[in-house]
């Protein structure tokens, strides 16, 4: 069982940063690929980005590329989305995601391929 818990979130203006961070409660964290989700009122749950079980690769929607960045400690079981230059439009719920994946490089990009998720944090933006 993998328990998920997302910290960071609260209200920042457009244009500054924020960073959310997800704690992993689990045996072999680098066993599995990370995600990072959110859902805005009335909204779909999206897809922001993701990183491997290395760390080494990542993959961002369009809509964050150049503005978020994914990254993940092993050894502490924990996972970094660094949001700048943030919009309005950024405002949501944010949810990290898990999954067991056997290659060190993958990248799991689908919403129903992750096993677990967090609570969320939100993020509100204010223009």
């Known amino acids: 069982q993998v328990q998920l818990v997302e910290s960071g979130g609260g209200l920042v203006q457009a244009g500054g940063s924020l960073r959310l961070s997800c704690a992993a409660s689990v045996r072999t964290f680098s066993n599995y690929a990370m995600g990072w989700f959110r859902q805005a009122p009335g909204k779909e749950r999206e897809f922001v980005g993701a990183?491997?079980?290395?760390?080494?690769?990542?993959y961002y929607a369009d809509s964050v590329k150049g503005r978020f960045t994914i990254s993940r400690d092993n050894a502490k079981s924990t996972v970094i989305l660094q949001m700048n230059s943030l919009k309005p439009e950024d405002t949501a719920v944010y949810y990290c995601?898990?999954?067991?994946?056997?290659?060190?490089?993958?990248?799991?990009?689908?919403?129903?391929?992750?096993?677990?998720w967090g609570q969320g944090t939100q993020v509100t933006v204010s223009s």
């Open positions: 995601a898990a999954d067991p994946v056997p290659d060190f490089a993958q990248v799991v990009i689908s919403m129903r391929q992750y096993d677990y």
């Open positions: 990183i491997s079980r290395s760390g080494y690769t990542t």
